[in-house]
């Protein structure tokens, strides 16, 4: 049995992917920067901005590791690039160094943002366009992680979308109060489950196959359409879904691609996870079969 580390098990996809390791049985161990859960002693503190030399790392060697933590605030890595290049290019660069000297095969999670949006279903070999500071970050921690970490595999996402995600349950809440909601129109996604991201990575660790894999939606989409089609499912009329422009309320252009698909080819070759469209990701919510 494989003995697994989350880096990040305190996230949104860090904690999903360390509950199903651990209910399948494994050896897994987790670290986070917030106070460590009292209840788990297998999560252990882990800062990415102190220096390396101070990390508490268990005294093993793991055969896995899921780098998903950093900073994933596009807004914020705009602001303050030198600050957040600390967590996400330093910090993450040094950590997945240590793993693999050590052994471990690291998987890195990563993002459709190292490319410009410019293209559809974008290959996984593609050059980097990134048009943003968050993209860049990604693009240099990728580069490092493939240069000297191998063997590692990077898996990048287009956007996750699970019950958890605050937007989806304003909408809900506010939809089935009969309430009025916003949804830009001329902002893309290609979203995808949080069980389909978890299974991938899953995958990806067990057969433990360098390279580089996709998570996306089989569609470009806007907020706009999802949140009408979300409507539809709760059975209220389209008229509470008022259109918006992201651009104008204010959100960079460099946050706003044309495009956000990625090619999943690599992904499928290896686990069969085909890309789902919009509305399959929307029926989880409601359980149903799409």
């Known amino acids: 049995m494989s003995t697994y580390l989350v880096v990040g098990a305190n996230g949104g996809i860090g904690s999903a992917l360390y509950a199903a390791l651990k209910s ?8 986070t920067q917030r106070a460590l859960p009292q209840e788990d002693s297998n999560i252990v503190h882990l800062n990415l901005l102190d220096n390396p030399h101070d990390w508490q790392l268990p005294p093993i060697t793991f055969d896995v590791a899921y780098l998903c ?19 996400n290019i330093t910090g993450m660069s040094a950590l997945a160094k240590r793993l693999a000297d050590a052994g ?25 366009q990134p048009l943003n500071e968050y993209g860049r970050q990604k693009v240099v921690t990728e580069t490092y992680i493939m240069e000297h970490c191998e063997p590692a595999a990077i898996v990048r996402l287009t956007k996750v979308v699970d019950p958890n995600l605050a937007l989806i349950r304003q909408w809900m809440a506010q939809l089935t109060a009969h309430q009025p909601i916003e949804a830009f129109y001329d902002m893309m996604l290609a979203p995808v489950t949080l069980q389909q991201v978890i299974e991938v990575l899953i995958q990806v660790g067990q057969q433990k196959k360098p390279g580089y894999y996709h998570i996306s939606g089989a569609a470009d989409v806007s907020y706009l359409e999802l949140a009408q089609y979300l409507a539809s499912c709760l059975n209220r009329p389209q008229s509470l879904v008022h259109p918006v422009s992201a651009l ?43």
Request: net charge positive; hydrophobic share 35%.
């Open 24 to 31: 399948s049985g494994a050896t897994v161990w987790g670290t």
């Open 69 to 87: 933590a950093g900073i994933c605030r596009m807004a914020l890595c705009e602001e303050d690039p030198v600050g957040t290049s600390k967590v």
């Open 104 to 128: 471990t095969f690291v998987v890195f999670l990563s993002t459709n943002q190292v490319f410009s949006g410019n293209e559809s279903f974008v290959p996984e070999r593609a050059a980097y």
């Open 248 to 290: 104008q309320k204010g959100i960079k252009k460099t946050f706003l691609p044309r495009f956000t698909t990625l090619s999943c080819s690599s992904t499928i070759a290896l686990c069969g996870q085909k890309p789902p469209y919009f509305s399959e990701v929307i029926q989880a919510y409601f359980n149903k079969d799409t």
